[in-house]
């Protein structure tokens, strides 16, 4: 079976290696800095700015909901903006210096403030990198599905994207690990927030290199794309559409599970390296250490999942990968010392480089179920990607609500640098029992998600048809 017309011009679908690196600098821009501020944000705020609990959670969720707001607006006026840049391209421009100057400004509070400043600064800059972050990650995530149509070229460009993204993963755990000596605060040394803001500079600059690059040859928009702004429906309306999906709807539960298990194993790694695994008692590096090296062995392991998914599907290797991970989470609660805490996060690796790589494949893949099933004839990847970052904050706010009521019933409301053992087992349960729940609730969706076996093999057939329709139409109209 032929996954494209015969008569279209493959050099036209298949995109050069140059073009798949660069854009894979988006990916890589997008996860250094969300996985930055997912790693240390709280920490820094909790434990080394001195806010209580209860003013994190609060400012955390009225971030979520802002976000909640934005997400699927900005994805709809993604779709539906017109310009002699492109859809998306546009918003990239806009968007570029104020998204690298919040990169520097998350770590500057003003310290020796009050409670009520230091929370308002939290809240408002929060906000804003997150608006910023969002215009970047929906507009960048739009583009690849419609950059790269063919299977062959999505999987090769798959595993640039994984393994570009599991860099900016690795250099957000290491950098600061190279650069703050006590990254939980544990000895309360007055270098600890220079170090905070060195390690956002530094981030900065490496993303504004990219994003460059990443702009100028790593991002384009097909003209048999154009004439879809036209046929994108309006925000209501695509809501309506998108959620009568049944496969997307399956899978924004999914997504929820996924973000839920990489954000709380994100926010809670320095203090449970710390705490709990002794990881930090010369510096913090060993907790970046240990991470990185899952991470590395994440992308070694891609190619494995690339070739697992073109033998049995997206769904049934993300179930493959979902129960290991699980496995790798029930040895993760037992570590007690450096030997084994190396052991079992380096054994995790395989579960974070598949999830990361396996979760961009299944969106695309609905985006394509959608275009050829909705009746519009119009790829809405802006809206796709804009519900997603909708569910990601979701995860958020049910993560810092589970964190915070595990902080507060173990009395470790305000940061303690010599917490009990309550506090020790809150942090096992939020590094172990917690993701194991979540992870179950995952594959009982992926049992039900439906673009599997016949209707994916159909898909193929209409997404052939429909592109033939468009580069005809454009044949004519020169």
């Not at 434990?47 to 699927?72: C, E, K, Q, R, S």
């Not at 046929?231 to 924004?252: E, G, M, Q, R, W």
Request: glycine residues 6%; hydrophobic residues 50%; proline residues 4%.
């Amino acid at each position: 079976m032929n996954e494209i017309n015969p008569n279209l011009n493959k050099r036209q679908l298949d995109t050069s290696l140059g073009t798949r690196i660069a854009y894979s600098n988006g990916p890589f821009v997008d996860s250094l800095s969300i996985i930055t501020w997912a790693f240390l944000g709280f920490t820094f705020y909790f434990a080394v700015v001195g806010l209580p609990i209860i003013y994190i959670t609060i400012g955390l969720i009225i971030v979520a909901f802002w976000d909640a707001f934005n997400d699927p607006i900005i994805g709809v006026i993604s779709d539906r903006t017109k310009s002699r840049y492109g859809r998306r391209k546009f918003w990239l421009y806009i968007i570029f210096i104020p998204f690298v100057l919040m990169n520097i400004l998350l770590w500057t509070p003003p310290f020796g403030s009050s409670t009520i400043i230091l929370f308002v600064y939290f809240l408002i800059i929060a906000m804003l990198f997150d608006l910023t972050y969002t215009f970047f990650t929906v507009n960048t995530n739009a583009l690849w599905p419609e950059m790269f149509l063919t299977i062959e070229d999505r999987t090769n460009v798959g595993l640039c994207r994984s393994i570009f993204t599991v860099i900016g993963t690795s250099l957000a755990y290491l950098i600061p690990g190279l650069i703050i000596i006590d990254i939980a605060n544990q000895r309360n040394l007055a270098e600890t927030p220079e170090q905070y803001m060195l390690t956002g500079v530094i981030i900065s600059i490496i993303i504004l290199i990219s994003f460059t690059i990443f702009l100028k040859w790593g991002s384009f928009e097909r003209k048999e794309f154009a004439g879809d702004v036209e046929k994108a429906p309006l925000l209501i309306d695509s809501f309506k559409i998108t959620f009568k999906n049944k496969a997307f709807v399956l899978y924004c539960i999914i997504e929820l599970c996924i973000f839920c298990i990489y954000s709380i194993f994100l926010s809670m790694m320095p203090l449970y390296g710390t705490f709990v695994l002794g990881l930090a008692e010369e510096n913090s590096f060993l907790i970046s250490l240990i991470v990185f090296v899952s991470l590395i062995i994440g992308i070694l392991f891609t190619p494995v999942w690339m070739s697992l998914q073109k033998k049995y599907g997206i769904r049934k290797c993300f179930m493959i990968c979902l129960s290991y991970w699980g496995v790798t989470f029930i040895l993760l609660m037992t570590a007690n010392d450096i030997f084994t805490s190396f052991l079992f996060f380096s054994m995790m690796g395989p579960a974070l480089g598949g999830a990361i790589y396996l979760y961009e494949q299944g969106v695309a893949e609905i985006i394509d179920d959608d275009s050829v099933r909705s009746g519009l004839e119009a790829r809405r990847e802006g809206a796709y990607y804009g519900i997603s970052g909708l569910i990601n904050r979701f995860a958020t706010i049910v993560n810092i609500l589970v964190i915070s009521i595990i902080f507060t019933r173990t009395g470790w409301s305000e940061f303690n640098p010599n917490p009990g053992a309550d506090v020790i087992f809150g942090l096992r349960f939020l590094m172990g029992i917690y993701p194991l729940i979540i992870i179950s609730v995952a594959l009982f969706c992926l049992y039900l998600y439906p673009i599997h076996g016949k209707r994916l093999d159909e898909n193929k057939l209409m997404l052939a048809e429909q592109r033939s329709k468009k580069q005809k139409a454009i044949t004519e109209n020169i």
